[in-house]
């Protein structure tokens, strides 16, 4: 069935390093993507978000790049810091079809080490 | 910045119990929604509530389930005969808009403990 994955469960990093978070879609009509970020005790906050006429939108620390043709997410954030420790999801939904409800992948635990 | 309510943080219950997880939405927000997140799974949809009425639900969605907006601020689930396998985090959500990018602010939560 159409599903969103994460390639990686766990990634660990030291302060001050990049990280990349990646992500796999097979709903090839997703046309929306947003990345969620999740401290612990709190809820999924919005990171950023792509649409799929795009391949890459920067914000502030964060990039997001988005291949089509391998149906692949990945998040990038620049000089991680500690307080970027969170679980990450990427979330998919289809801007027409009548659902526009954001599907979610299973999350990646990032830990920055100081 | 405005964010979105949910109580209590933490229930406890027994199995067969009902509950009843409350939540206030963004006050200009007008699509709301539940997941939940067991625990060390991702977050699933389990329905969204717009204009007094459900507009979408999942498969886990079932009969045990239902939502209400009672009054005009607050949005709830209640769960009729709880199992074991509810144990979940419970989020809601809202957003402004249910179409185009469709981006949900999350609340912080409700952790269901069925015993």
């Known amino acids: 069935g159409e599903s969103v994955g994460l390639h990686l469960p766990t990634l660990s990093v030291q302060e001050g390093d990049n990280s990349i978070i990646n992500c796999a879609y097979s709903?090839?009509?997703?046309?929306?993507f947003i990345w969620y970020k999740q401290e612990s005790g709190k809820g999924p906050q919005f990171i950023i978000d792509?649409?799929?006429?795009?391949d890459k939108r920067q914000g502030q620390r964060v990039t997001v790049l988005l291949n089509k043709t391998v149906k692949h997410l990945s998040l990038q954030i620049a000089a991680t810091q500690p307080g970027d420790s969170a679980v990450y999801f990427c979330?998919?939904?289809?801007?027409?079809?009548?659902?526009?409800?954001?599907?979610f992948g299973r999350g990646t635990s990032l830990i920055v080490h100081p | 910045e405005p964010e979105v309510t949910q109580t209590p943080s933490h229930q406890v219950t027994q199995m067969g119990q009902e509950v009843i997880l409350r939540c206030v939405p963004i006050?200009?927000?007008?699509?709301f929604y539940w997941y939940r997140q067991i625990l060390g799974q991702k977050v699933e949809f389990l329905v969204s509530?717009?204009?007094?009425?459900?507009?979408?639900k999942s498969e886990i969605f079932d009969d045990q389930f239902s939502v209400e907006r009672p009054d005009g601020s607050n949005f709830t689930l209640k769960i009729r005969s709880t199992k074991l396998e509810d144990s979940a985090m419970y989020f809601c959500?809202?957003?402004?808009?249910?179409?185009?990018?469709?981006?949900?602010?999350f609340g912080a939560g409700s952790r269901l403990t069925v015993l």
């Open positions: 959500a809202s957003s402004a808009v249910d179409s185009g990018a469709n981006v949900l602010t």
């Open positions: 709903n090839s009509a997703s046309d929306y």
């Open positions: 792509i649409r799929s006429n795009m």
């Open positions: 979330a998919e939904n289809p801007l027409s079809g009548g659902s526009y409800i954001p599907t």
């Open positions: 006050s200009n927000h007008l699509y």
């Open positions: 509530f717009y204009n007094n009425e459900i507009s979408e």
